[in-house]
């Protein structure tokens, strides 16, 4: 089993929809959460981060954290054609020092139609 | 706003050459990171640097060294391009103890042929 999964896609919603990504992953030692969005030809950008279980609101986007079942969501809402990207899921556990490399999912992406 | 730049967006170089990518940001972060993207593999970590002239090996380290002589400044090094070396490779840099908060570049699509 990969340490962290994520369905690629492609995903494609209207204008307006609630959008759900998703990452399941198998390292129970993972307690930060991170996603990254990248548009076409660009670098990721960090989107929303958060640590251990929970949810985290920043405008439009909604981060979810569920330990016990090892799996994260991003939601999106009032979709907007801005919001199409590749969004990656990213995670680390905490060590002594700080925190572990991160681990990436491969990206699921979205196409939001106006 | 932290940039975070990178010498080249398209690079093509022929088989057995040496071929050095430049990353540089200015945020003065301690932290430098050297990735590969590739389709249905997703990010993978090369190469990592947390100080001057410090690195650590990353998961696919193979057949790349690194080079930090300044802060800013982090080199990643093909001794001898091969073709499964073509990809997009992405800088990315961060402060130090927020490995998890990673400023990226916007990446280097080298074609080996």
């Known amino acids: 089993q990969k340490e962290v999964e994520q369905d690629p896609g492609p995903l494609s919603v209207p204008e307006g929809a609630i959008v759900s990504l998703n990452c399941t992953y198998s390292?129970?030692?993972?307690?930060?959460f991170m996603w990254y969005r990248q548009y076409s030809r660009k670098g990721p950008e960090l989107l929303m981060y958060?640590?251990?279980?929970g949810n985290k609101e920043d405008g439009r986007f909604t981060a979810q954290v569920d330990k016990s079942s090892k799996y994260i969501s991003l939601f999106i809402r009032d979709s907007q054609p801005s919001d199409s990207a590749t969004y990656l899921c990213?995670?680390?556990?905490?060590?002594?020092?700080?925190?572990?490399?991160?681990?990436f999912g491969k990206g699921t992406k979205l196409t939001v139609n106006p | 706003d932290v940039k975070v730049t990178q010498s080249s967006r398209y690079l093509v170089k022929r088989t057995g050459e040496k071929v050095f990518l430049e990353c540089v940001q200015d945020?003065?972060?301690?932290?430098m990171f050297w990735y590969r993207q590739d389709p249905g593999l997703g990010l993978r970590l090369i190469y990592f640097?947390?100080?001057?002239?410090?690195?650590e090996k990353g998961d696919i380290p193979e057949g790349y060294s690194v080079s930090r002589e300044k802060k800013e400044r982090f080199s990643l090094i093909l001794e001898s391009a091969s073709t499964n070396q073509t990809s997009m490779y992405l800088c990315?840099?961060?402060?130090?103890?927020?490995?998890?908060?990673?400023?990226f570049g916007p990446g280097t699509r080298l074609t080996v042929t």
């Open positions: 990315a840099s961060s402060l130090r103890g927020r490995r998890n908060e990673q400023y």
């Open positions: 390292n129970s030692a993972f307690q930060y």
């Open positions: 958060t640590y251990s279980s």
């Open positions: 990213a995670m680390s556990a905490k060590t002594q020092g700080g925190s572990e490399k991160l681990v």
């Open positions: 945020m003065d972060h301690e932290n």
């Open positions: 640097s947390y100080d001057v002239k410090m690195k």
